[in-house]
């Protein structure tokens, strides 16, 4: 530096700035370090910044005066640093300057010329706020503060000598210039031209926030004051930011995951890329009661890698997809973690300064100052980094709930034997929010080491070796924590089997409802849910029995690696003494300890959960597929074709279907009549490319329209269920109408065809479910209809109605190609074709009359409906309504007892009015089951009730409230009665014992380091040692009593009880509530808001006391230590009161809506399992998946600025 700024300007003079009154800096420090600090800055950062501008183009921003005035004075900023230059080469006649005095301006001109240029440059990509070039002015204007003061000082004492004006002069203008470019760079730039238009009505402020509002969440400052004036409500939410939605998240997630498989599929070429994830194939693996299938379930997720040795990573899709994201926040945590360790240093030299004699006053201020600034800065940047953190937990969940919807809509039936839709539904809410929980702290994994690292470092700078006895007990608590992290993973596979087992009971439940209530069968169902939910509490039980031992170790590590190294410290050497430096600077090294030791252990648990979640997903994701290419659509001269055709529902089980030949002729009319489970249903499945395709070819020409056995109906309107996403057409809606005989019924419905259908249609008939559904495929215009035994629901008159004006070859559909399953013989006679199936193949194929003079099966089937027939043409004269049907679609989700008990197909016995046509898809029930009517005497009741319901209003379905203000005492009051008066209370005083004895141990390290000043530090080491030996271990006692006594008895009593009064208040609720309340709804509070229950109520309960005790213990020993304490925090006091009071009231608001837009997710994608077959069908899958994606951004919607409030 001596070559730089010549023997008369020294680098560093300790006098002057360390030992004096009125510091000051030399001027050649000031000349190289402070005025090329921000330089280097801007020249590091510009290539990078400048790739990211090149990358990325937002527009063009014209010119404004703003953009003029910051050009200006970037310009004005060069000629004045050369001004400096070209003032120094005129000095060198009188004498020779320094090198610093050409260096310093040469490097400030170039790198204000940067900056202009990059101001430019901003403007033509579109960047409205500029984080780099705030920083470098802000850098700028810090590093200039000091010079300015010296030029003033200089003004002042060399006041008779003649200062050097012109630099002086420079300098001033050179301040006020850059000051003006950093309050221009506090504000926005105007939108840019040429950018995608902005058309929502009320769009994120942080799109166009600034960098300085952006680092503080300012902008969210405008909802925050909303919701504490009044309760948010959902219109008052910013729509999703673009980046953050599902349309872009999901494809960014899928196009990883089709990388992953195709590398599989590249890597093995002779195995599927599919997962072979599978149960064995069970007879009861759709009853209610089928836990014995569990078992085998387990040992897939335990060891998965010896049924699919080459599955695809899901965590590889993830980190690739959206670790770039997550690595900034990764960064920012980096940072984080550096300035943590500033404190201590300057800590210590703060209490170096109150021991020393002499010092100038002003280090004391400026070592606060010091410690104020970091802990800011410590806070900016902390936040910025769980702010990424969120985020990226959000697009996560995000894109793993798109992920799994558009998979369930392409699963195969053999897949949905080991995948119900409780358990999907576990994966979308459950598993999905582990990622989201893990991606908080995942930062911890490298964090955490680097910390305790950093601190052993610096407490072995202090202590010396001692630390080592520190070391020690931290190595010898990890293999207990290996242990507790292994078991713990066990129980949790266990337990969400248990989760997933109760949940798909609850599906069932709530699909059979009205069959239960009918049956009364309340009480067993009760009882079947509460002995799955009391294994699922057994093995939580265990998981915190394990947890209490891991929170209490990690706790207490802290604090024993505290004991051991001033234990050891103390004892090894006389000349080692514990004085008030050490102890305290080693203290809050402890403490900055504390936090990854604390962390570790729910970073680890999070893992092993999110482990076991991955796995689940990464199977439920790696399931065969349906092939589109199974069914050939460009079709030949007929209208359906199958040529040796074998199909079967799972490739491991045996052909339901084998040598099907059949050529359906353009707009013709095809019966398929057959006995009980002969295929009649399967071939219209075959057709549709539902099937395993084994043999043979299959094509199908034209669009398609299909009719279930069991009608589909939506959660919307009549005329949507009709439409169902074709525009509207008044005079073709009112011909469809008349065709399938619902004018009547537009008459008695509330809002006629704007009349809101509940969930799976449970608001209509049988009969007017199945006319819904046939309105729809007419409506549809499809070259094909399949139509599956769509008469088997409505009354002999209106199926004579619906065949002669629709299906018939007078009716809407006359040119038409026509499948029809049926039984009606009567209807016979008026076909083109016949197709007779027997046991899964074809057994005759003609007319009416050719198969008649056969005298085969046709006969025979002919023989055995007869009875049948004669019943229903007598049913025809009698005028009579639809009758409700006994059994609901998915009644009991197919419970196995109903179809032991079904009645079959006898000669002998006719005794039976109507026969149940049960078509088997597969082992799960995938396929709708149809019961059909039963008697007359049953047919006659319940359907005039059900028609006669009053509606007083035409929306059925109501929207989920929300409640609004505060949380009431009464919610708090009901969970302490669940968790039990007495016990609430014993658990709050043993935390307040807890946080005493940690207070009290750091109250007698205090006394201990006094004994440094009086010279008894080796009289009581025992005594001093044992004491705080002692406060340690009752802290440490208390806590493991505390979690014991916390979460494995009272929080899990009063989670089995909420869940128990829960249960039965839904179960005991009236048919009318399940009327207007979606399954979904319901499914959300038995899943998420029980997990909630479960394990995130005791664990903020845990942190909240612990909190509170600690900073109540704190503040109650800072004012009777220092009663001038009071002074400050009283006012601290009213201030954080007000603040907690102005954002929780918007927070808890944000996580109110965030609850109730989460229940329309499950419901949409529960009735899209059920209807997938329809959706596939017809065609609308893409619909279907845009919105599932709206919802999920809805429920989104509030989540994100949730997160932002907490900021």
């Known amino acids: 530096m001596e070559?730089?700024?010549?023997?008369?300007?020294?680098?560093?003079?300790?006098?002057?700035?360390?030992?004096?009154?009125?510091?000051?800096?030399?001027?050649?420090?000031?000349?190289?370090?402070?005025?090329?600090?921000?330089?280097?800055?801007?020249?590091?950062a510009s290539p990078f910044y400048l790739l990211y501008l090149h990358r990325n183009r937002r527009g063009y921003i014209m010119m404004s005066i703003k953009n003029r005035v910051k050009t200006a004075c970037g310009l004005l900023l060069w000629v004045i640093c050369w001004a400096d230059l070209f003032y120094t080469f005129h000095q060198r006649a009188q004498y020779s300057p320094p090198p610093v005095f050409y260096v310093t301006p040469l490097v400030l001109g170039m790198t204000m010329l940067l900056a202009t240029f990059l101001i430019q440059l901003e403007r033509l990509r579109g960047v409205q706020s500029s984080g780099v070039l705030f920083i470098f002015w802000f850098l700028s204007v810090l590093c200039a503060i000091v010079p300015f003061r010296s030029k003033i000082l200089q003004l002042y004492s060399q006041s008779e000598e003649k200062s050097d004006a012109f630099r002086l002069t420079t300098f001033y203008l050179y301040f006020?210039?850059?000051?003006?470019?950093?309050?221009?760079?506090?504000?926005?730039?105007?939108?840019?031209?040429?950018?995608?238009?902005?058309?929502?009505?009320?769009?994120?402020?942080?799109?166009?926030?600034?960098?300085?509002?952006?680092?503080?969440?300012?902008?969210?400052?405008?909802m925050a004051i909303k919701g504490y004036k009044n309760p948010l409500e959902a219109k008052d939410l910013w729509s999703l930011n673009q980046r953050d939605s599902s349309k872009s998240m999901v494809p960014k997630l899928l196009k990883e995951w089709d990388k992953e498989l195709a590398k599989v599929k590249s890597s093995v070429p002779n195995v599927s890329t599919q997962a072979t994830y599978s149960k064995p194939p069970s007879a009861s693996t759709n009853h209610v009661g089928g836990a014995e299938s569990s078992p085998e379930e387990a040992e897939v997720l335990l060891s998965g890698h010896k049924a699919a040795p080459h599955q695809p990573s899901f965590l590889r899709a993830l980190v690739r997809a959206f670790g770039p994201y997550f690595l900034i926040g990764s960064a920012f945590k980096f940072l984080q973690d550096t300035i943590t360790f500033v404190n201590p240093q300057l800590l210590s030299m703060l209490i170096s300064f109150t021991k020393q004699k002499g010092v100038p006053d002003w280090w004391g201020y400026a070592l606060a100052f010091l410690m104020f600034f970091t802990a800011v800065l410590q806070?900016?940047?902390?936040?910025?980094?769980?702010?990424?953190?969120?985020?990226?937990?959000?697009?996560?969940?995000?894109?793993?709930?798109?992920?799994?919807?558009?998979?369930?809509?392409?699963?195969?039936?053999?897949?949905?034997?080991?995948?119900?839709?409780?358990?999907?539904?576990?994966?979308?809410?459950?598993?999905?929010?582990?990622?989201?929980d893990l991606t908080t702290f995942l930062n911890m994994l490298w964090s955490a080491p680097l910390q305790i690292m950093?601190?052993?470092?610096?407490?072995?700078?202090?202590?010396?070796?001692?630390?080592?006895?520190?070391?020690?007990?931290?190595?010898?608590?990890?293999?207990?924590?290996?242990?507790?992290?292994?078991?713990?993973?066990?129980?949790?596979?266990?337990?969400?089997?248990?989760?997933?087992?109760?949940?798909?009971?609850?599906?069932?439940?709530?699909n059979g409802i009205k069959v239960l209530k009918l049956y009364a069968w309340e009480k067993s169902f009760i009882d079947k849910v509460l002995a799955i939910r009391q294994k699922e509490l057994h093995v939580l039980r265990k998981t915190a029995f394990l947890g209490a031992l891991s929170t209490m170790a990690w706790t207490s590590a802290p604090f024993l690696v505290a004991l051991t190294t001033f234990a050891v410290y103390v004892t090894v050497d006389e000349n080692n003494v514990l004085d008030a430096e050490?102890?305290?600077?080693?203290?809050s090294l402890f403490n900055i300890l504390r936090f990854p030791l604390n962390m570790l252990p729910q970073v680890i648990s999070s893992m092993v959960q999110a482990s076991v979640s991955l796995k689940r997903i990464q199977n439920f994701l790696s399931h065969d597929e349906l092939d589109p290419e199974s069914v050939d659509r460009k079709g030949s001269e007929f209208a359906a074709t199958i040529i040796n055709g074998k199909f079967t529902w799972d490739k491991q089980d045996t052909p339901v279907l084998h040598n099907i030949n059949m050529m359906v002729p353009q707009g013709s009319l095809l019966a398929v009549v057959g006995h009980v489970g002969c295929g009649k249903s399967s071939l219209i499945s075959a057709l549709l490319g539902e099937m395993e395709k084994l043999e043979g070819e299959v094509s199908v020409r034209g669009s398609v329209a299909y009719v279930p056995q069991q009608a589909w109906i939506q959660n919307a309107t009549l005329r949507d269920n009709i439409l169902f996403g074709k525009p509207y057409q008044e005079a073709k809606y009112r011909c469809v109408l008349e065709a399938c005989a619902l004018t009547p019924d537009l008459e008695v419905l509330p809002g006629g065809d704007m009349t809101e259908i509940g969930e799976k249609g449970i608001n209509l008939s049988g009969g007017q479910r199945q006319r819904v559904s046939l309105a729809r495929a007419l409506y549809s215009d499809a070259d094909v209809y399949l139509l599956d035994d769509p008469l088997s629901a409505v009354d002999a008159h209106v199926a004579k109605h619906i065949f002669d004006h629709l299906i018939g070859p007078e009716g809407a559909l006359k040119g038409k190609t026509r499948i029809l399953v049926t039984h009606g013989i009567s209807f016979l006679p008026q076909v083109d074709n016949i197709m007779v199936m027997v046991e899964g193949g074809v057994s005759e194929m003609g007319s009416y009359q050719e198969l008649l003079k056969q005298n085969g099966?046709?006969?025979?089937?002919?023989?055995?409906?007869?009875?049948?027939?004669?019943?229903?043409?007598?049913?025809?004269?009698?005028?009579?309504?639809?009758?409700?049907?006994?059994?609901?679609?998915?009644?009991?989700?197919?419970?196995?007892?109903?179809?032991?008990?079904?009645?079959?197909?006898?000669?002998?016995?006719?005794?039976?009015?109507?026969?149940?046509?049960?078509?088997?898809?597969?082992?799960?029930?995938?396929?709708?089951?149809?019961?059909?009517?039963?008697?007359?005497?049953?047919?006659?009741?319940?359907?005039?009730?059900?028609?006669?319901?009053?509606?007083?209003?035409?929306?059925?379905?109501?929207?989920?409230?929300?409640?609004?203000?505060?949380?009431?005492?009464?919610?708090?009051?009901?969970?302490?009665?669940?968790?039990?008066l007495a016990l609430s209370v014993i658990i709050c005083l043993l935390y307040g014992c807890q946080s005493a004895a940690a207070i009290g141990a750091?109250?007698?390290?205090?006394?201990?380091?006094?004994?440094?000043?009086?010279?008894?530090?080796?009289?009581?080491?025992?005594?001093?040692?044992?004491?705080?030996?002692?406060?340690?271990?009752?802290?440490?006692?208390?806590?493991?009593?505390?979690?014991?006594?916390?979460r494995a008895y009272s929080m899990l009593l009063a989670a089995k009880i909420t869940h128990r009064k829960l249960l039965c208040g839904v179960l005991r609720a009236p048919q009318t509530f399940f009327e207007s309340t979606p399954t979904g709804r319901l499914l959300n509070r038995f899943s998420k808001d029980v997990d909630a229950i479960d394990s995130h109520i005791p664990e903020n309960i845990d942190i909240w006391m612990r909190t509170f005790?600690?900073?109540?213990?704190?503040?109650?020993?800072?004012?009777?230590?220092?009663?001038?304490?009071?002074?400050?925090?009283?006012?601290?006091?009213?201030?954080?009161?007000?603040?907690?009071?102005?954002?929780?009231?918007?927070?808890?608001?944000?996580?109110?809506?965030?609850?109730?837009?989460?229940?329309?997710?499950?419901?949409?994608?529960?009735?899209?399992?059920?209807?997938?077959?329809?959706?596939?069908?017809?065609?609308?899958?893409?619909?279907?998946?845009?919105?599932?994606?709206?919802?999920?951004?809805?429920?989104?919607?509030?989540?994100?600025?949730?997160?932002?409030?907490?900021?």
Request: charged share 20%; with cysteine.
């Open 176 to 222: 006020v210039l850059i000051l003006c470019e950093l309050i221009l760079c506090c504000f926005n730039e105007r939108p840019p031209l040429f950018s995608s238009v902005v058309t929502d009505p009320n769009p994120c402020p942080e799109n166009t926030a600034g960098f300085l509002s952006t680092m503080t969440f300012w902008w969210f400052t405008s």
């Open 3 to 44: 070559r730089l700024c010549g023997a008369e300007l020294p680098f560093w003079e300790a006098n002057l700035t360390l030992h004096s009154d009125r510091p000051d800096l030399p001027q050649c420090f000031q000349l190289t370090v402070l005025a090329w600090l921000p330089c280097i800055y801007l020249w590091a």
């Open 1002 to 1046: 750091n109250v007698w390290l205090s006394d201990w380091t006094n004994d440094a000043n009086t010279n008894h530090t080796q009289e009581r080491v025992n005594m001093r040692v044992g004491v705080y030996a002692a406060l340690g271990i009752a802290q440490g006692l208390f806590l493991l009593v505390n979690c014991l006594l916390c």
């Open 379 to 436: 806070t900016l940047i902390l936040h910025q980094h769980f702010q990424y953190c969120f985020v990226t937990g959000m697009n996560v969940r995000t894109a793993i709930v798109g992920a799994i919807y558009r998979k369930s809509l392409v699963i195969t039936n053999a897949a949905k034997r080991s995948s119900t839709v409780g358990e999907v539904v576990n994966l979308m809410s459950v598993d999905a929010q582990r990622f989201m």
């Open 582 to 587: 050490k102890a305290f600077v080693s203290l």
């Open 454 to 510: 950093l601190a052993l470092y610096f407490l072995w700078l202090k202590l010396g070796p001692s630390v080592l006895a520190g070391v020690a007990v931290m190595i010898l608590l990890i293999p207990l924590n290996a242990f507790i992290a292994m078991k713990t993973r066990a129980y949790q596979v266990e337990q969400m089997r248990y989760k997933d087992e109760r949940i798909k009971l609850m599906n069932e439940i709530l």
């Open 857 to 980: 099966a046709f006969a025979e089937f002919l023989r055995n409906y007869s009875l049948e027939d004669i019943i229903e043409e007598d049913e025809a004269t009698e005028d009579i309504l639809e009758e409700e049907e006994l059994f609901p679609e998915d009644a009991l989700s197919n419970h196995t007892d109903i179809v032991d008990n079904e009645p079959t197909i006898n000669e002998a016995k006719r005794s039976f009015l109507r026969q149940i046509s049960i078509i088997s898809a597969d082992s799960e029930g995938a396929r709708c089951r149809s019961v059909r009517r039963h008697t007359c005497s049953q047919k006659k009741h319940g359907e005039p009730q059900e028609k006669k319901k009053p509606q007083e209003v035409d929306k059925l379905i109501q929207a989920e409230t929300t409640e609004t203000g505060k949380v009431k005492v009464t919610v708090y009051l009901e969970y302490a009665k669940a968790v039990g």
């Open 1109 to 1207: 005790w600690y900073t109540l213990n704190v503040l109650l020993i800072c004012c009777a230590l220092t009663p001038m304490f009071l002074l400050v925090i009283v006012p601290l006091t009213l201030l954080y009161w007000w603040v907690q009071r102005f954002y929780v009231a918007t927070s808890r608001q944000l996580k109110r809506l965030e609850s109730v837009s989460r229940s329309p997710i499950y419901s949409h994608f529960s009735e899209t399992v059920t209807g997938c077959s329809v959706i596939r069908a017809y065609g609308r899958q893409s619909a279907f998946v845009l919105m599932s994606d709206t919802k999920v951004d809805e429920n989104q919607k509030s989540y994100y600025p949730g997160i932002v409030s907490n900021r």
